[in-house]
């Protein structure tokens, strides 16, 4: 669990931001990546690897890892770490290797 | 028609090499484009430093800080800014016209571009060292460098139950900050074998004139004063069904384990080389650091012509030092493109070699006494070594005795390094992994032969791209900042 | 023969580590000739080890069209022969008609095949087509298919070949670039940067360069060095059992059985056979990044995550060189396949075997002779 500091966390209560998260609407921050924003909103993992099915979560932040992958509004392969939260946004649990539907 | 633009410089990175050379470059009249992958300049080490909402500046502290100094000098220098851009190609030989230089294909929200430039400038910096611990890919453990994002970029702090382990100062700093922020963590787990501290003695000269000694050893105080520190860790294990539960570890015979919900680790930090090598710069082993670094010259030169590069992407030796070898490697671009003459830039340059010598005093020190111990970087077992497939140890060190002599063979038995992360991740592991079992060093072992792209992209982007001539002719010069 | 045995002497030296070499080197030591293979950096490492791995006899040139039959029997078996499966799967190659124009073509073809009393490629409707590969744009009209042809694993069958070979009393030496090659006596005096080797009997195996050798033998061949580009997705759920070819725009495109997603076609990187060197071409490679998402929609979310082009000969006729040395005897070549060599490697093994140890092959390679090339430079 990773909690906002006071003043982020104001910051969140003033302006929030409303996204979907596996179908849960949650408040985030501007300027949080989606990444933190799931991170905030307790889920420490966002997929479930394409091999074995096992479940990830973020890893390094920075785009490297590629752990962070998740569907936002439908599209897949998504670096949640990479991407800026938007309002209205959807994010879903990447499931394996069922990422492009034909 | 997609839009071409041309620049006489083109650096990528925006961490502190690349925006002091970004600003350098610009001030003596280089038409510079600085291209990077973040939304915000900062690279990582000064990671949001235009938008963190961490205002109380004695949580990060004054280091952090004075990456603030690069930005505005940045913004007035001239030099244009692309953020949010992932370079993914850069072609010498198919570029369509010599003249031109270099094509560089790169992605901004999904969409490809392609641009052109006469030289270039790499300043990727670093990232964490791999940590192959079993269960480090369980969800809850993630690299001390990832706490940091996440408190400097959007203000958040770990909750109870956390520990950070490994070697080097970046966990001292995390636990500090986190301290300043009200936040005691419950402990730090220190791999550095006893001993270490002996061994790193002869460069104690170098580490007591370097610039970061003062701060360093309070901050060190702060620290040991208020967490606990287990140290002489000799295993690790993150253990949980399907998310982080507990860490296991064994200090002098005696094995412990504390429940956790999150798992900060660090053993260093590598430079990022996969866009230098798949450009074909030459790499070499480093066997202190124990990782691939470019080969460069003291000016940002490397084997390829009008390729350069600045800071950790180059060589770890800390922010200051590469903000100064930006500045350096400037100075550089700008003789070879006519715009000083050697003299001139000797003596412009001075100042920041200066400064450049005074940062990296100490590192040896530093890099000898936090060097990753062997047994967490060339893991045994079930500990999995390249995360993006799933392949562990044992896997590894099976197909070595198969007969595979090196990272590239192996790709068509294991998948290592096949993944999206290119390697990033797995490379220093493997290549020590097979080193050890074949019983040579990691230099004759060599590396993943990395190629274009360097960051995946979708086929739909690339099949976006220019095709014709005729579409490649609509080249439009870049225009001057308002 | 009059030297003495040693390491650096052999009864056969064959020059190049690739597929072809190492067949050549399991043919002869099944028959009791052990061979010395000289490779300039791994077995494996050029074309023979990075290709799409195409097992294929649709689609070959009316002169290739024997030797693959011939070779795909050794295929079905490659268990047999090499004690390992190779990743060989037979689930088809089929190349698309896109447009009446690509319809024609491959009708042509087809006839082509018949007349010759080749069967083995038959004409797909467009329906089967698509319930085949649900993915594949509705618009398809249609294609020659080979039920019976397949795909595998390129560097690890080179690999199986060069260890069965090694297991039948082969030599394989990585890292020994040939320099000079000449005759003193009755045998062939090979200098290299790792020493002198000797063996009456010489084979050209040697890919990409191979031409440097012909040249050293006094019969020159306009071999061109070409950089075939591949590109490859991450995972993907399953939805393509078959090899699609394109017909009038290149395209290779293969599903592996790992769900990542093989893209060839053909199209050229730069390369720099001197340094080992190649360069993606990303204009060309997005041309075929079209074609692979106008045949397969979906395709456009695929995560491209690397690149590739392998060191590869290529012939002006498309065709290798296979067959005894024009000036010199006791010299064989066997290269230039001009990318599609893979699923010759078995059989072109035995041919330059039975040259050897027979003096014969029973399968027609006269039009892949090297006199062709003199016989046009004469003629021009």
């Known amino acids: 669990m990773f909690n906002r500091l006071p003043d982020t966390q104001q910051a969140v209560i003033n302006r929030p931001i409303d996204l979907t998260i596996n179908g849960v609407v949650v408040q985030c921050r501007e300027g949080d990546s989606v990444a933190a924003a799931l991170i905030a909103a307790g889920f420490s993992e966002c997929r479930d690897t394409a091999v074995k099915e096992v479940p990830r979560g973020p890893f390094c932040m920075m785009g490297v890892c590629y752990d962070c992958l998740v569907m936002i509004d439908g599209q897949p392969n998504q670096q949640g770490c990479m991407t800026r939260v938007r309002a209205g946004m959807k994010i879903e649990r990447q499931q394996g290797a069922r990422e492009v539907r034909p | 028609m997609i839009e071409m633009t041309q620049c006489e410089l083109l650096i990528v990175g925006a961490g502190p090499a690349g925006l002091a050379a970004a600003t350098t470059a610009a001030q003596l009249g280089i038409k510079t484009l600085l291209l990077d992958e973040q939304q915000a300049p900062g690279g990582q080490i000064y990671r949001a430093i235009t938008e963190t909402p961490v205002k109380d500046r004695a949580i990060l502290g004054e280091d952090y800080w004075h990456g603030a100094s690069l930005v505005e000098p940045f913004k007035q220098s001239g030099a244009h800014y692309q953020p949010g851009a992932t370079v993914w190609a850069v072609a010498n030989h198919t570029a369509p016209d010599a003249i031109e230089g270099f094509e560089v294909g790169y992605s901004v929200a999904g969409q490809a571009h392609m641009l052109h430039a006469t030289h270039i400038l790499l300043a990727t910096g670093a990232q964490e060292r791999p940590f192959p611990i079993p269960g480090w890919t369980l969800p809850g453990v993630m690299t001390a460098g990832a706490a940091q994002i996440l408190l400097k970029s959007s203000g958040m702090v770990a909750g109870k139950r956390t520990v950070l382990a490994g070697s080097g100062p970046l966990l001292y700093l995390v636990a500090w900050q986190y301290l300043n922020a009200g936040i005691v963590v419950d402990a730090i787990l220190e791999t550095t074998p006893p001993g270490r501290l002996a061994k790193a003695l002869p460069h104690i000269w170098g580490f007591l004139r370097s610039p970061y000694l003062a701060k360093g050893l309070k901050l060190l105080r702060e620290v040991k004063s208020r967490v606990r520190i287990i140290k002489g860790v000799t295993s690790l294990e993150a253990l949980g069904q399907d998310k982080l539960e507990q860490v296991r570890y064994t200090v002098g015979g005696k094995t412990e384990t504390i429940a956790v919900d999150q798992l900060l680790l660090h053993q260093g930090v590598i430079p990022n080389i996969n866009l230098a090598q798949a450009a074909g710069v030459e790499q070499r082993w480093n066997k202190l650091l124990l990782c691939w670094e470019p080969v460069v010259d003291d000016w940002g030169n490397t084997n390829v012509e009008h390729i350069g590069i600045a800071g950790d992407g180059g060589g770890i030796a800390g922010a200051l030092a590469a903000e100064n070898s930006g500045r350096i490697a400037a100075y550089e671009v700008a003789m070879q493109l006519g715009k000083i003459d050697r003299a001139q830039r000797n003596t412009q340059s001075t100042q920041a070699r200066e400064q450049l010598q005074r940062a990296i005093r100490g590192r040896e020190f530093f890099d000898t006494l936090y060097q990753a111990p062997d047994q967490f970087r060339m893991p045994t077992g079930d500990t999995v070594v390249c995360r993006c497939e799933e392949i562990t140890a044992s896997q590894v060190r099976e197909t070595v005795k198969l007969g595979c002599p090196g990272p590239n063979q192996m790709k068509s038995f294991l998948r290592c390094g096949m993944g999206p992360c290119q390697g990033r991740f797995c490379s220093v592991t493997v290549t020590e992994l097979i080193a050890q079992e074949r019983g040579v060093s990691p230099e004759e072992v060599g590396h993943y032969r990395l190629r274009f792209p360097t960051k995946p992209l979708t086929l739909g982007e690339l099949a976006a791209l220019p095709q014709t001539d005729d579409s490649r002719k609509a080249v439009i010069r870049m225009k001057k900042p308002v | ?380």
């Not at chain 3, 319809?103 to 004409?123: C, D, N, S, Y």
């Not at chain 3, 509705?138 to 069958?157: E, F, K, M, N």
């Open chain 3, 1 to 380: 023969m009059t030297s003495m045995p040693s390491a650096s002497n052999a009864p056969v030296i064959i020059i190049g580590g690739g597929l072809h070499g190492s067949s050549t080197a399991l043919h002869l030591a099944r028959a009791g000739v052990a061979a010395l293979v000289l490779e300039k950096n791994y077995i494996g490492r050029h074309a023979s080890g990075v290709n799409a791995g195409g097992v294929r006899t649709l689609s070959r040139h009316l002169a290739e069209v024997p030797l693959s039959l011939a070779s795909r029997e050794i295929w079905l078996k490659i268990k047999d022969w090499v004690d390992d499966d190779c990743g060989f799967d037979q689930n088809g190659q089929m190349r698309v008609a896109e447009n009446e124009a690509d319809v024609a073509t491959l009708r042509t073809r087809q006839q082509t095949m018949l007349e010759h009393g080749f069967t083995h490629e038959e004409w797909i409707e467009p329906d089967e087509i698509c319930s085949m590969i649900p993915a594949i744009t509705p618009t398809i009209r249609g294609g020659l298919i080979v039920r019976a042809d397949g795909s595998a694993d390129p560097y690890r069958t080179t690999r199986a070949f060069r260890f069965k070979a090694q297991s039948l009393g082969a030599r394989f030496m990585e890292g020994v670039v040939v320099q000079t090659i000449r005759r003193v006596g009755s045998d062939w005096r090979i200098e290299t940067d790792q020493g002198v080797f000797t063996a009456p009997i010489l084979v050209n195996c040697a890919g990409a360069w191979a031409d440097k050798i012909a040249q050293q033998m006094g019969e020159p061949v306009p071999l061109e060095p070409v950089g075939p580009m591949m590109l490859v997705t991450t995972r993907m759920p399953h939805f393509l059992n078959p090899v699609v070819l394109g017909t009038g725009r290149a395209l290779s495109f293969k599903q592996r059985e790992n769900g990542t997603v093989l893209i060839g076609g053909g199209r050229l990187a730069y390369v720099d056979r001197d340094r080992n060197l190649s360069e993606l071409d990303f204009r060309q490679l997005a041309e075929g990044a079209r074609t692979v998402c106008d045949l397969f929609p979906h395709m456009k979310d695929a995560v491209v995550s690397r690149g590739w082009a392998g060191i590869e000969a290529s012939m002006p006729d498309g065709i290798p060189v296979i067959g005894p040395s024009s000036t010199e005897s006791d010299l064989y070549h066997a290269f230039g396949f001009s990318a599609h060599g893979f699923q010759l490697g078995p059989i072109v093994g035995k041919i330059t075997a039975d040259l050897i140890t027979k003096g014969e092959t029973d399968l027609p390679i006269t039009p892949f002779s090297i006199t062709r090339f003199q016989q046009a430079a004469l003629a021009s």
